[in-house]
Structures are given as C-alpha cells and as structure tokens.
T-cell receptor
Framework: NAGVMQNPRHLVRRRGQEARLRCSPM?????VYWYRQLPEEGLKFMVY????????ESGMPKERFSAEFPKEGPSILRIQQVVRGDSAAYFC???????????FGPGTRLLVL | DQQVKQNSPSLSVQEGRISILNCDYT??????FLWYKKYPAEGPTFLIS?????DKNEDGRFTVFLNKSAKHLSLHIVPSQPGDSAVYFC?????????????FGKGTHLIIQP
C-alpha cells in the first residue's frame, strides 16, 4: 500500500506535554500538507511543506505549533505544551506538485486530558 | 468568515435515486474545486475535481457541475448506492503564489436508504 501513512493513529497526552505527529507521503510525492479537524467542523489548512522547506504556514497557530519535512524521513507536526483545545483529528495529505490532487492519510486523533 | 459553505448538514436519499450535494463559495479567486468523501475514523478520499475553465466533469456515477457566476458547485451521484453513505466535503483552492492549502466546507452527511 503506497498511500499516505500517519502515525500514531491515536495519541493521548496530558496538558503541558508535547505531541509529535508523523506523516509519510505517498511514494513519489514531495509536497505535504497538514490539516486539523475539530468536532463538527470541516478540515482547516495548517501548513504546506516541501522537502526541507515550509512554503505556507498561514494556518498554523503562532505559538506552540511547528512543522518540518526533513530531507530524509517523515514530516513531523509538533505541538508543545498541549492544551485541551488541541484535541482534534490531524490529517496529512500529499501531492506530486503544486495544484495537483492532494491525497489524505487516515489521520491522527489527538486527545488532551 | 467561511469561504466554502455546505448548507445542508445531512441529506437522505433512497437507493437507486440521484443524490445532489451542494456547495457555495465566496472567494472569487478560487479556481479549482474538489469533492472528498469521508468515512468515520478514516481520512478523506478524493472523488472528483473541476477546474474553473470547465462547467462540468464526469467520472462514472459522479458528476460535478460548476456555476461560476453563482459561485456554486454541486456533486451528482447516480444511481446512489448504500456504500455512498458518508460525509462529503467540498474543497477549493486559489492560484497564485506558493499557497496550495485547500479550503473545506463543513461537510454534508449523505445517508442512502434501502
């Protein structure tokens, strides 16, 4: 299965801890996008990355959130000092290029206690 | 300010009939539109897309119509099947710059009744 992989699928953290979400894009894709879905809401764009570059982070909260897509390995979305409001489903998508169709992973469901 | 709106949270259709899901947008810069289908606890699955230079795109049982003047698009599924029961998201993107994030509507939950 060469689809977009995300892990973990479920993550439980206590307030103040750090959450690390990983995304491996589809084979041959070098563009990665992160989205967040709150309950009863649509997906909200957070950040768009290419290898070693953040292209657009207009949807990222200014504090505590960061993302990277290193030359080797998966893309990482990092949330420091999590709060209850960070509880959501976080989806990663990948594409083969700008304006190409984005294909989504299964998501990571983060629960902050 | 919601730039992509799906005003029907849910829609119930009988199996074999046509399902029509609607989507409105406000940003005139949007030039590429997509529909995704999502089952619970899974990621969205790409269904069909349309560029603003077209007004219709068809793929099997799925057809998307775009009315640029009304800033409206719709997804037609015919005939509807039980496996079509899912949440359907409309999404849009705008050209220009390096920004390529999609703007999503809140989704419509389609229920196909036997």
């Amino acid at each position: 299965n060469a689809g977009v992989m995300q892990n973990p699928r479920h993550l439980v953290r206590r307030r103040g801890q750090e959450a690390r979400l990983r995304c491996s894009p589809m084979k041959g894709h070098s563009h990665v996008y992160w989205y967040r879905q709150l309950p009863e809401e649509g997906l909200k764009f957070m950040v768009y990355l290419q290898k070693e570059n953040i292209i657009d982070e207009s949807g990222m909260p200014k504090e505590r959130f960061s993302a990277e897509f290193p030359k080797e390995g998966p893309s990482i979305l990092r949330i420091q000092q999590v709060v209850r409001g960070d509880s959501a489903a976080y989806f990663c998508a990948s594409s083969s290029g700008l304006k190409e169709t984005q294909y989504f992973g299964p998501g990571t469901r983060l629960l902050v206690l | 300010d919601q730039q992509v709106k799906q005003n029907s949270p849910s829609l119930s259709v009988q199996e074999g009939r046509i399902s029509i899901l609607n989507c409105d947008y406000t940003n005139s810069m949007f030039d590429y539109f997509l529909w995704y289908k999502k089952y619970p606890a899974e990621g969205p699955t790409f269904l069909i897309s349309i560029s603003s230079i077209k007004d219709k795109n068809e793929d099997g049982r799925f057809t998307v119509f775009l009315n640029k003047s009304a800033k409206h698009l719709s997804l037609h599924i015919v005939p509807s099947q039980p496996g079509d029961s899912a949440v359907y998201f409309c999404a849009a993107s705008a050209s220009g710059g390096g920004a390529d994030g999609l703007t999503f509507g809140k989704g419509t939950h389609l229920i196909i009744q036997p």
